[in-house]
């Protein structure tokens, strides 16, 4: 599945979350992730720009 923070144009820090895997942080706008199972599982956003931070989830249900 691709993601992309493409609305945050003036962010300079992103910060990906997967519930699939809750260790593993990713620190660019673009994403590639592959979920290894099925089942419900939830994406996190964060995005900063100096001192400003925004917060966005999407929960997903994959399916084989």
Known sequence: ????????????EFF???????????????VTWVFRDTGNFVVKLSVGSGQKTAYTSLSLNVKP
């Open 1 to 12: 599945v691709h993601f992309t923070s493409f609305c945050s144009e003036n962010a300079g």
């Open 16 to 30: 990906w979350e997967f519930s699939d895997k809750p260790d593993s942080v990713i620190f660019t706008e673009y």
